[in-house]
């Protein structure tokens, strides 16, 4: 618990804006930072005497010992946008520093602005002047603000359209440095050089040459279901990806699998390809190896085409040490208060070999906020993923830190409460431009408040990452035997989470393909992915259990992790071996820098049953709404028998991981009385099974014990019907409402299509001529007819969308 306020140093304005002077003009130039802090101070007094932090501490009494944190940083957050307010007009202009920093048009001629305090000279050069600024000398203000303006000539800009330029200034030492421009919106380098350096480019396409959005943003889901995607490495050739390609080819099957959100990874500039797009150089740019803004632009429009809303993977957590291409060239020694980054240990991470910004700096926060607007206005992003949270909430960084759940981990010293108030910040600006975004935190901790509004004493958040479920299986893959696998440790650690703040659950992300690690499938099957997985001969031992867990493994986790769910691409058909980025150790190889496609895409390739089975699965949520019901009761955890039953919403799931025992007449208990039938079977012959349940059965419920009494019920649930459960699968049951009881062979039948039905989604340009879904469909003339999703509506929902996604690509095509 905190002693007092006093443990928290008072916050470090930096330097304050040009606009600060124009907007205070009583106050003398020297002292507006001592006037600001001073109003600050009266502001924390009068705030401190009315506040009352009631939101999170209702939900969770626990917090109540912490409530002096929660006042500080609440009041920390209210003074710091009040100061915006005063001297920059408030959130939603101070977040449009792009608009005055870096290149802009404004009458006559191109204005360049730049924040460098520690530069003695300045100019900017270019192609525009062969690279000698001795004419284009910059002045700089008493902010440590360089500025120039640059007439037109002949009616024409002076610095051509996508045109190369950089900021060169003189520091201390009297040395002349050439770096890109901090708010620079497009950045390249020279290919055919190795290790050659970025350069920064000036882009202000024509009119005609500007891409135009056509497509509204979709609406909000209810619960996100997330396809992780890297576009440089979504190629199936070993070369790097393009956006249009990406938007082409890749986003249809995004589509065709029921996802409903992209999560895009790698957008930000970043000069090294290894990085997988977490050392940024350039916040404002976007990689230019895969194409330029307008070809972003594209993807993103073809993504709201198909009903998929689109977040990006942002990085304010550090940035890239790169002096030459990156914002870390703006460092030359001076104090932090004149730049984007602490001095010393406070403004280097260690293990990650990266610069850590100064987020009380109040240029550094112009930066990052007008950051974030500029990815949602200018690209019509839905979202963010926000990575390495965890490192910026904590002064350690979360570095050999195993956090136990003790809020005293949380709420101490070790908070760094000036990037608590950033994201306080953050979150507020991001909701406001865009009320129905989707904020995500990557969040190791499990910091309390991180996911509840900022009104409430909150972080923001809309969701964090489940990031201790991946790490849950891999230690049961690698080293438990299917023996020792504890039903009630498995849900114990799918449902441990905090009450009323939402996490995005996955089995597996990029982190678990990256080289050195292996993906779930990997860990299965092994070296036999390479010569087990054709459907000509029979599956071995391995690749028959292989498949079987793959699905239990990802279906439970999104049915049990959380209110959102995750998955990488590939990962949905089982993508084998890891991801290893071009590098001197092998060669500058692209081999396993790619996705191979055509493993799903072959017909007799047991990986497009597991696709198939992904493709089922989001589609269970998106006619069922499971992900966002609140209703999640584990009803049975039976280590004998390796079942775990539980319902979510009120569809009843029941997975039986034993290896070998099947049980038939197995009693589930369930919440509402009624008939059950199936809604979804991962050992459908559709989905590569044996086909052991029956489709058409219908399972009556029993009433169990005195209705009202839990402790006389069936595992506390006041019905119970029984099942044929057989080894290695899950199956979800759903219950029939009263229209649906007359049921006969004719609607088994056409629940028999459906799957043919859904698989039209992927057959429509973009997809390779034989789609997976295809397949499956072929080969259901083979196999008895066992429908895996028996809902009528669905099929028609198939066939509507299949028409309106081949409309809309035939049309952008």
């Not at 632009?297 to 073809?302: C, S």
């Not at 550090?318 to 406070?346: E, K, P």
């Not at 990031?467 to 080293?479: E, Q, R, S, V």
């Not at 199936?678 to 209705?707: C, N």
């Amino acid at each position: 618990m905190l002693g007092s306020l006093g443990l928290f140093p008072a916050p470090d304005f930096g330097s304050l804006s040009p606009s600060l002077a124009k907007n205070s003009k009583r106050v003398k130039q020297g002292l507006a930072i001592s006037a600001a802090v001073a109003d600050e101070k009266k502001t924390i007094t009068s705030f401190e005497e009315d506040m009352e932090i009631t939101g999170l501490l209702s939900i969770d009494p626990g917090l109540e010992s912490f409530k002096d944190h929660f006042r500080y940083r609440m009041q920390r957050f209210t003074n710091q946008k009040q100061l915006i307010e005063k001297y920059e007009g408030g959130l939603e202009e101070f977040s449009k520093g792009y608009l005055k920093f870096g290149f802009n048009r404004e009458a006559g001629g191109i204005v360049y602005r730049e924040w460098a305090p520690a530069a003695q000279e300045a100019q900017v050069i270019g192609d525009f002047n062969g690279w000698d600024g001795s004419n284009h000398r910059m002045e700089k203000n008493e902010f440590g603000v360089w500025s120039i303006n640059i007439p037109d000539s002949g009616g024409n800009p002076a610095i051509h359209h996508n045109s190369r330029v950089k900021f060169r200034f003189k520091h201390g030492d009297g040395v002349w440095v050439d770096r890109i421009p901090a708010w620079i919106r497009y950045a390249t380098v020279d290919p055919t050089k190795f290790g050659a350096p970025y350069d920064g480019v000036y882009w202000d396409p024509p009119p005609p040459e500007r891409y135009q959005f056509k497509y509204p943003r979709p609406p909000k889901a209810q619960a996100p279901r997330i396809y992780e995607a890297h576009v440089g490495m979504s190629s199936s050739e070993p070369r790097i990806n393009t956006y249009r390609e990406f938007a082409d080819d890749v986003l249809p099957r995004i589509r065709a699998n029921n996802y409903n959100t992209v999560q895009l990874m790698a957008v930000m500039e970043h000069s090294y390809y290894g990085s997988f797009g977490y050392h940024v150089t350039n916040f404002f740019a976007v990689s230019s190896r895969s194409g330029t803004p307008e070809d972003l632009k594209y993807l993103i429009d073809k993504a709201h085409s198909l009903g998929l809303s689109v977040l990006m993977d942002v990085v304010h957590s550090h940035a890239s040490n790169n002096i030459t291409d990156g914002l870390n060239g703006f460092d030359v020694g001076q104090s932090t208060q004149d730049s984007y980054f602490h001095t010393g240990d406070r403004g280097y991470h260690k293990l990650w070999d990266s610069r850590l910004f100064n987020y009380a700096n109040w240029e550094v926060i112009r930066f990052l906020l007008s950051n974030l607007r500029w990815w949602l206005e200018e690209y019509k992003f839905d979202g963010f993923r926000f990575d390495g949270v965890t490192s910026m909430l904590y002064h350690h960084h979360g570095i050999n830190m195993a956090f136990t759940g003790d809020y005293n981990e949380y709420f101490s010293e070790a908070t760094d409460i000036d990037a608590v108030v950033y994201l306080m910040l953050a979150n507020s600006l991001i909701h406001n431009i865009l009320p129905d975004a989707t904020v995500i935190a990557e969040d190791v901790s499990g910091m309390p408040g991180l996911g509840r509004s900022v009104s409430e004493g909150g972080i923001g958040f809309d969701y964090r990452l489940a990031m201790a479920i991946p790490d849950k299986w891999i230690d049961y893959l690698k080293n438990k035997s299917d023996e020792e696998w504890s039903m009630k440790e498995i849900s114990w650690s799918l449902t441990n989470r905090r009450y009323t703040e939402k996490c995005v659950a996955y089995a597996e992300s990029h982190d678990q393909a990256i080289v050195g690690d292996k993906t779930v499938a990997f860990l299965l099957m092994d070296k036999e992915m390479y010569y087990g997985m054709s459907c000509l001969t029979d599956a071995s031992p391995m690749v028959d259990r292989g498949v079987a867990l793959h699905k239990m493994v990802h279906l439970l986790t999104m049915a049990l992790g959380g209110e959102g769910y995750l998955n990488f691409m590939g990962n949905e058909f089982g993508h084998p071996e890891w991801i290893d980025f071009p590098r001197e150790g092998n060669g500058w190889s692209y081999d396993k820098c790619r996705r191979q496609w055509n493993l799903v895409d072959t017909e007799h390739l047991r990986y497009r049953f597991m696709n198939a089975f992904d493709k089922a699965m989001n589609l269970l949520d998106e006619k069922y709404s499971f992900l966002a019901s609140t209703k999640q009761i584990v009803s049975s955890t039976n280590e004998e028998d390796k079942v775990i039953v539980f319902e979510r919403g009120d569809l009843v799931f029941v997975f039986n991981f034993h290896p070998e025992n099947t049980y038939d007449g197995y009693k589930v208990g369930c919440d509402l009385p009624g008939k059950y039938r199936v809604a979804l079977d991962s050992d459908a012959w559709e989905f590569g099974g044996r086909g052991r349940v029956g489709h058409d059965v219908d399972h009556f419920t029993s009433p169990e014990g005195i209705p009202g009494v839990p402790e006389t019920n069936f595992n506390n649930r006041p019905n119970s019907f029984k099942i044929l459960s057989a080894a290695r699968t899950c199956v979800v049951y759903y219950r029939v409402e009263e229209k649906e009881g007359n049921h006969n062979s004719s609607d088994i039948g056409a629940a028999n299509e459906t799957l043919t039905d859904i698989a039209k989604l992927g057959d429509f340009e973009g997809i390779n001529e034989t789609s997976p879904a295809d397949a499956v469909a072929k080969q259901e003339d083979l196999k008895a007819a066992q429908p895996s999703l028996i809902a009528d509506d669905i099929a028609t929902k198939a066939n509507t969308e299949t028409e309106e996604i081949e409309e809309e690509t035939s049309d952008d095509k």
